[in-house]
């Protein structure tokens, strides 16, 4: 297997576009190959994943490169094995099925590979985990045979002290996703940051990208996806974090706000606006706790409007409804912030 997923690495990185699909089909000799060549659609993303996978690798440093290198090769290997029912690599030829599962696997590849990207001034790479395992539950792998977890997390490709401190920070952050959305489980092994096996009911993605960067700020964006087989639909949310550039560390809720007690001034704030956007579909619990939920600076981001507040499905509104932001303008925050908000978080 081992032997194969090498091959096909190497195919990705150097045969030329102008073929079908990015390797020579008359060398296809897996299954998971002769896939890509049998079906156009599969030729085609296959094109656009090795374009995909070789801007990624462009100006990257020898250790940002294995890293990539190193999720490219996990890639291939969960991709042989994900459309399957039994996590194993499918024999014989790929039913049409299980075409449009690689399909879509393929494009989320080249999303992930997306994230390597220079922004801001700084070449961020992605760090990528992945898992695939047969569902061994009776009464939850009726259309889901097998099941996935897939983390991506983001560091800066430079030898310095900023980025140490960046890249320390989104390590945190990736342990910190340790707890799973509606399931007491462990997402990596103990003290490790390797997926850990076992829990075969469940679909999960944590991925953490740059939202935005700004003189004083970078500022990433994890959304987790969660389904457990059977359910009638997944859950999914999104949290910010906030990477002090000039003092080389995690923004605290004190960097913006002054105020004493400004906690249940601002809370009010937005439960107040909260209710006026949704009217009707106001579903909070109690003003006591959307408010506190509302001084989590993991719910943060910042536009020039104002400081914009996210709540996760059923957190204000229904799952229909979807996530919602409220957005608090900075003259409403003037008694509560710091003299120099703005130019902190925005520009």
């Known amino acids: 297997m081992i032997r194969a997923i090498l091959a096909v690495a190497a195919l990705l990185l150097l045969a030329p576009l102008a073929q079908a699909a990015s390797f020579d089909c008359g060398k296809a000799q897996t299954s998971f190959e002769r896939a890509v060549c049998d079906h156009p659609d599969l030729s085609d993303r296959d094109e656009v994943l090795a374009q995909a996978y070789a801007t990624a690798l462009g100006g990257l440093s020898p250790a940002a490169s294995a890293q990539v290198k190193a999720g490219q090769h ?29 399909a879509g696997e393929f494009t989320s590849r080249i999303t992930s590979l997306e994230a390597s990207r220079m ?56 342990l910190a996703n340790d707890v799973q959305m509606g399931e007491d489980a462990h997402l990596f092994k103990t003290g490790s940051d390797e997926l850990a096996t076992g829990d075969t ?103 020039e409007e104002g400081l914009v507040v996210l709540f996760n499905p059923y957190e204000v509104a229904s799952y229909a409804r979807g996530s919602v932001e409220v957005t608090v303008p900075w003259d409403a925050l003037a008694d509560l912030t710091v003299d120099n908000v703005q130019d902190l978080t925005v520009y």
């Open 74 to 102: 996990s890639w291939l290997d969960y991709a042989s094995r994900v459309c399957s029912d039994d996590a194993q690599p499918i024999k014989g030829d790929y039913t049409d099925d299980q075409a449009q599962c690689l």
């Open 119 to 174: 922004m801001g001034g700084y070449r961020f790479y992605p760090v990528e985990r992945y898992l695939v395992e047969q569902d061994t539950d009776p009464d939850s792998n009726e259309f889901n045979k097998v099941a996935t977890k897939h983390v991506l997390t983001v560091r800066i490709d430079r030898d310095n002290d900023l980025a140490a401190a960046f890249n320390a920070m989104t390590h945190d952050m990736l």
């Open 201 to 303: 009911s469940a679909d999960i993605d944590v991925t953490t990208t740059v939202k935005t960067v700004t003189t004083h700020l970078i500022t990433l964006v994890t959304d987790t996806y969660w389904y457990g087989h059977g359910a009638a639909h997944g859950n999914y949310g999104s949290s910010y974090d906030h990477f002090l550039i000039d003092q080389k560390r995690p923004l605290r809720a004190d960097d913006i706000f002054a105020a004493k007690g400004w906690e249940k001034t601002f809370g009010q704030l937005v439960v107040d606006r909260a209710k006026a956007e949704l009217a009707d579909e106001y579903q909070g619990d109690t003003d006591e706790s959307v408010a506190t939920m509302a001084a989590d600076p993991a719910r943060w981001s910042f536009t």
